[in-house]
Each structure stands twice: as structure tokens, then as C-alpha cells.
């Protein structure tokens, strides 16, 4: 938009090293861009602490400003007083000045004033436009501790406009953008800051993500799975006191860092945060989602020695323990819980697809429309892939079973809900044999094995399971013969 390219500047590469050794903001500039005007460059690197304190180069901000639009308000002043003036600047090797702003009329014998920003030399120089006239001691002594004033309130105001955008480049680099919260090298920072003021002794350290974000970002849209993170983000903020430090660890994964000398308390605040129900309005339409928590303890004196990081992993297989156990829950790490239990969350979709040796069928209870079927499935009715599959069976529960075992089949399963029901039993279960018509027009016999389960997305759906009943094939071979 401002016709620059930072990335193109050959001044770029020194002030990036001079930011490197000196830890601090870079000024490049002014430069004139192809759209007329002129910036100057700020840039600023970013560090990060990994273990034993040591810090890796993560990157660099880089910030334009427009020239002279950021003194706009000091040349009013410079104006409306009388008086000439020139700001000069060096680059970051201290070479030749280059001027910034200068007034129609150069300053004539000024008082000048030279100080050092942003790895370069700063020269200001202020005198009234008229020239210096005689004058008695008195009057010399105003007008120069006049002409002191405006030059210190240039300065001044330099100064905390850089100072005010190096604090935003910090704020940029520390926190995730769509919650507000911190961002991982944020929190590493709070929390190495926290430790150095000897103001964490003990502390409970929280993984948690939001079950099932996925198929929420797939039903919904990627909009809806924002609006889930932001509200979350929010509920944390109320829900926490605000010495406990909050982070978006990235995706749908966040940390919370709760420092407490009632450690039984702080526990039972985070259990209760799990049980809180989390549901928003968006749109007019109300959304609800879950979520999966693990912590574990930090004492900075503990004997084992371990680092916030060490917790912070720690924690995270607790959150993994709660995956396997069903989501929707809380769990603190013990010694033992494996790492490697992990691996059972590896397995994919599609290797459930395409591996299982079983067929697998998911449709809803209520239009019967085929949800899912995996290749075993798609083979046993001899079709090519699932889109053959699909246009075979029209999509509908009824265009797996033989036409002429469809109602029985039908009124079989109901019955056996609904006695589930009855008996107040937690899982509708059913079980019922039927004959299949393949797409070859083979006649085959098959065990269904089926489960009716509440959906928070699609309401009542069929989970089942169809074996093969080779012992029916050979007795309806025998019949036919």
C-alpha cells in the first residue's frame, strides 16, 4: 500500500544485525517509496527462551511508518512558534545524515541537539525564522529556554512514539490474534518472567483443547470453529482470577498457568471449569461444544527437578488420558501415565476406512441416510468405490437389506430399542440376520449388529457392524438345490 518493499531494502541486512547484537529496535530510513512518499523502517527482533534459558532468534517484526505524518504535530507547533527547523538522522553505521523534516526557511546558526535511537545518530536543529536578534540577557535567556522547551517536546515526543511502537511490535509478537490471549512464546516469557521475580512457587498447569474441533470446523464452517476458540477464550478470562496466566497454544489447544497456595482449591477450580457448560449465539443459532483437560503440579522446589516444560508435557499426556477415556473430562498426571499412549490417537479415519477387518455402516435413525461405510463394506456389495456404493444402495439404510426382508428387518430393531428402553438399559443395542442383494446379484446372508446413539450433531444414528453368516449361505445353497 505504501509502494515499499522492507524485504527488498539493502539496508535491511545491517540493521538486522545490529538488532541482533544489541537486543533492540532498528530504524531504517527515511526512504522514498514508488508511491511518492517517505517511511521509515522499524525493525525488531524476536527471541525465544528454550531450555536451560537459552534463546534461538524466532524472527523479525518489521514496522513502516509514513514521513513526516508521525510529526505532523510537532511541525504545527514548530510553525505556529516561528521557528526553523531541521531533524537529521544517520543510518545504523552511523554514516552521512539524511535530513527527515526541515521547515521552508533552514535554520539559521541553531541550538542543536544530538542524541542516539534506534542504532542510529539523531540531530535536531531549532532558530526562528527571522534570525537571532539583540537583545538584553534577559531576553536571550527566554527565548533560548523557550527554544529548550520545544526542542525537548520534539525530542520527547519522538521518543515515546518509538518507544509506543516498540511496546505494540512486543504485543504483536506475544499474543495470538484471534483470542487475545498469549501465544506460546508469550506465556514462556510471562512465565520465565514469574519465575525470576520468585512469584510462581507452586503453580497447576492446564492442557486443554475442545472436543471433536475438527467435525466442528467440518460441519459448521471454519467461522463457527472462531467464534468456538474466541468464546472459550472469553469464558477462560471471566472464569480464572487474573494472576493466572492464559495462552492459545495453537489450533484448538490452550494453557493455563494457575498460580496457588491452596492447591486443593485451585483443583477443584479447574474440575469445575470442565463441568461449566460452554455454548454461544451466533448468528441467532446457539452452539455447544466440550472440552478435555489435563494438569499436572509445578513446585519450583519440587525434587525432581522438573522445568515448566517438563509439567507442561506432563500435562498434556493427562489431557490424553481423558481423550482415551471419552472426552469431556479432567484428569491430574500421575507417575506412569505413558506418553506412548498417544499412539492410540494416531490412527486416522482412514485407516479405520480401509484396515478394519469388518464392515462398517453409520447411518441416521430417523431418514435412514448412509452417514459412513468403510471399504469392507463397499467389497462385500461387490462395488468400486463408495460413490458406486452410494448410487447402488440410493443412500438409504433400505437399499442394503433384500427387498424382501426389509420390514421384518425394520420391526426387528425397533423392537429391540425400544425394549432397551424399557429395561432402562444404557445402550439400545439390537442384533438381527437378513439377506443382502450385491451388485452382482449375489444373495448373501449377513449378522447385523447395531447401536442407536444420541448425536450432538446429527441427532439419533445406527452404529453397526454386518458379518458375513456363512453358516445361512451354505443352508440356502442346500435349499436352492
Avoid at 539493502?10 to 540493521?15: C, H, I, Y
Avoid at 472462531?226 to 495453537?250: K, S, T
Wanted: proline fraction near 3%; include cysteine.
Amino acid at each position: 500500500a505504501l509502494g515499499y518493499d522492507i524485504f527488498a531494502e539493502p539496508k535491511r541486512k545491517l540493521a538486522m544485525q545490529y538488532s541482533l547484537q544489541a537486543h533492540a529496535f532498528a530504524v531504517i530510513g527515511p526512504i522514498e517509496t514508488t508511491g511518492g512518499g517517505m517511511v521509515m523502517a522499524i525493525v525488531n527482533p524476536v527471541f525465544l527462551h528454550t531450555a536451560g534459558d537459552k534463546e534461538s532468534l524466532w524472527g523479525f517484526a518489521n514496522v513502516l511508518v509514513k514521513v513526516p505524518d508521525i510529526f505532523a504535530k510537532t511541525v504545527a507547533n514548530l510553525d505556529q512558534s516561528g521557528l526553523a527547523y531541521r531533524l537529521e538522522k544517520t543510518g545504523v553505521s552511523h554514516d552521512g545524515y539524511v535530513t527527515i523534516l526541515e521547515s521552508d526557511v533552514p535554520p539559521t546558526d541553531p541550538v542543536s541537539y544530538t542524541f542516539s535511537y534506534g542504532g542510529c545518530q539523531w540531530h535536531m536543529q531549532v532558530a526562528p525564522k527571522d534570525g537571532w536578534q539583540v537583545m538584553g540577557p534577559l531576553s536571550m535567556a527566554v527565548t533560548l529556554g523557550f527554544l529548550t522547551l520545544i526542542m525537548l517536546t520534539v525530542l520527547t515526543y519522538v521518543l515515546l512514539y518509538m518507544h509506543d511502537r516498540q511496546k505494540r511490535l512486543r504485543r504483536l509478537a506475544m499474543t495470538d490474534q484471534l483470542t487475545g490471549l498469549l501465544n506460546r512464546h508469550g506465556l514462556e516469557s510471562v512465565i520465565q518472567e514469574r519465575l525470576n521475580q520468585d512469584k510462581m512457587d507452586q503453580a497447576i498447569f492446564v492442557q486443554l483443547d475442545i472436543d471433536d474441533f475438527k467435525l466442528i470446523n467440518d460441519i459448521f464452517g471454519h467461522r463457527i470453529g472462531d467464534e468456538a476458540l474466541r468464546h472459550l477464550a472469553v469464558i477462560m478470562r471471566v472464569f480464572f482470577p487474573r494472576e493466572a496466566v492464559l495462552a492459545r497454544n495453537g489450533g484448538d489447544e490452550f494453557i493455563i498457568v494457575l498460580p496457588t497456595r491452596d492447591m486443593a482449591a485451585a483443583e477443584r477450580m479447574v474440575r469445575d471449569f470442565v463441568s461449566l457448560k460452554k455454548e454461544f449465539n451466533y448468528q441467532q443459532t446457539v452452539y455447544q461444544y466440550t472440552i478435555s483437560m489435563g494438569y499436572a503440579i509445578f513446585a519450583a522446589d519440587q525434587a525432581d527437578g522438573k522445568s515448566p516444560l517438563d509439567v507442561l508435557r506432563d500435562a498434556d499426556t493427562a489431557l490424553y488420558t481423558v481423550k482415551l477415556r471419552g472426552k469431556n473430562g479432567c484428569c491430574r498426571y500421575a507417575q506412569g501415565m505413558a506418553a506412548t499412549r498417544r499412539v492410540q490417537m494416531g490412527f486416522s479415519l482412514r485407516d479405520v476406512v480401509f484396515n478394519l477387518p469388518a464392515s462398517i455402516l453409520i447411518y441416521d435413525a430417523e431418514s435412514e441416510e448412509i452417514l459412513f461405510a468403510n471399504q469392507e463394506l463397499i467389497s462385500l456389495f461387490e462395488c468400486d468405490d463408495l460413490d458406486d456404493f452410494l448410487a447402488y444402495t440410493k443412500r438409504r439404510f433400505r437399499g442394503i437389506v433384500h427387498p424382501d426382508d426389509y420390514e421384518q428387518v425394520d420391526t426387528s430393531i425397533w423392537q429391540q430399542v425400544y425394549a432397551c428402553n424399557l429395561n432402562k438399559r444404557e445402550k439400545a443395542n439390537d442384533a438381527v440376520n437378513y439377506r443382502i442383494v450385491t451388485k452382482h446379484g449375489r444373495v448373501r446372508w449377513v449378522i447385523d449388529r447395531g447401536r442407536l446413539v444420541q448425536s450432538d450433531f446429527y441427532g439419533r444414528i445406527f452404529y453397526v457392524i454386518l458379518v458375513p453368516d456363512e453358516r445361512m449361505d451354505v443352508a440356502s445353497d442346500k435349499a436352492d438345490q
